[in-house]
C-alpha cells in the first residue's frame, strides 16, 4: 500500500476534507478516470470519518487498530485517572496489555487488508525532510 495522493489542507474540518475529495474525484472524471472507493483506514478523528461517509457514500470505514489502542490508553489515563495504577500495579498492567491483544479482532472482524496505518505514517514522517522549493 502506498499513498496515491498528498491533499495539504489548512485545517482537519469535515468540510475541508469533503472539498478536497470531490476536488480528486473531479479531477479523475476530467481524466476519464473512476473512483470506486470501497474501504478506508483512517485514524479516528470524527471530522475525517463524517467526510468519507458524505463523500464516497457506502465505502467501509475502519479504524486504525494502532490509533484505537492509543485512544483506549489516552481514555484510560485521562478520563480514569489509572496512570499510577497502570505504572504501579503489575496486575492490571498485564490485564490491560493483554486486553489490548484483541481489539483489533472486533475493529477489523471482516477485514483483510492492512490493521493499521503505520506505513503511511512512515511516509508522512520523511516529509518535512524532503527539499522544498526554497532549498531548490
Not at 482537519?12 to 478536497?20: M, P, S
Not at 471530522?47 to 470505514?61: E, V
Request: a positive charge; aromatic letters at 16%.
Amino acid at each position: 500500500m502506498f499513498p496515491a495522493a498528498y491533499i495539504l489542507l489548512q485545517n482537519k474540518e469535515r468540510e475541508t476534507y469533503i472539498k478536497a475529495f470531490t476536488s480528486v474525484k473531479e479531477i479523475l472524471v476530467s481524466n476519464n478516470c473512476t473512483l470506486n472507493v470501497q474501504e478506508t483506514l483512517t485514524d479516528f478523528e470524527l471530522a475525517l470519518i463524517q467526510a468519507i461517509s458524505i463523500t464516497f457514500g457506502n465505502a467501509k470505514i475502519y479504524g486504525c487498530w494502532f490509533h484505537f489502542n492509543q485512544a483506549l490508553i489516552r481514555y484510560l489515563f485521562e478520563k480514569c485517572n489509572k496512570r499510577t495504577l497502570y505504572n504501579e500495579n503489575y496486575e492490571f498492567e498485564f490485564w490491560i496489555r493483554r486486553f489490548r491483544k484483541y481489539e483489533s479482532a472486533w475493529n477489523h472482524f471482516d477485514n483483510s487488508g492492512p490493521r493499521t496505518n503505520n506505513h503511511l505514517e512512515g511516509y508522512h514522517s520523511k516529509l518535512p525532510s524532503l527539499p522544498s522549493a526554497r532549498d531548490v
